[in-house]
């Protein structure tokens, strides 16, 4: 009776490449984006900077070293922060439009 197709393996394999390509396109690959332009935000911190903190906390970069921010919440109240903290950068305050 028949004959046999070697072609049935071949669609499956197909449709998992395919699937592949599409979860990077649409998952993975805008993820490491936005990764990469956090750590370029986040080496790109100096003294002087309005920063907010994944936490909420919004404050001025009065000092910087390798991981470690130190930043003024109030006038004298002072908090050291990991550099992974922040999530965003303010726009000065004389600079805001």
């Keep these: 009776m028949g004959e046999e197709s070697g072609g049935g393996l071949l669609s499956p394999l197909l449709l998992f490449a395919a699937m592949g390509l599409f979860m990077y396109a649409l998952l993975i690959r805008p993820q490491q984006r ?9 080496s790109r911190i100096v003294k002087g900077d309005s920063v907010v903190t994944s936490g909420g ?13 130190t930043v003024e919440i109030a006038n004298g109240v ?6 992974s903290a922040v999530s965003s950068l303010q726009a000065p305050e004389g600079e805001k439009s």
């Design 34 to 42: 936005r990764e990469k332009q956090h750590r370029q935000m986040l």
């Design 57 to 69: 906390i919004h404050g001025r970069v009065t000092g910087v070293t390798d991981d470690v921010l």
């Design 78 to 83: 002072r908090v050291k922060l990991n550099k």
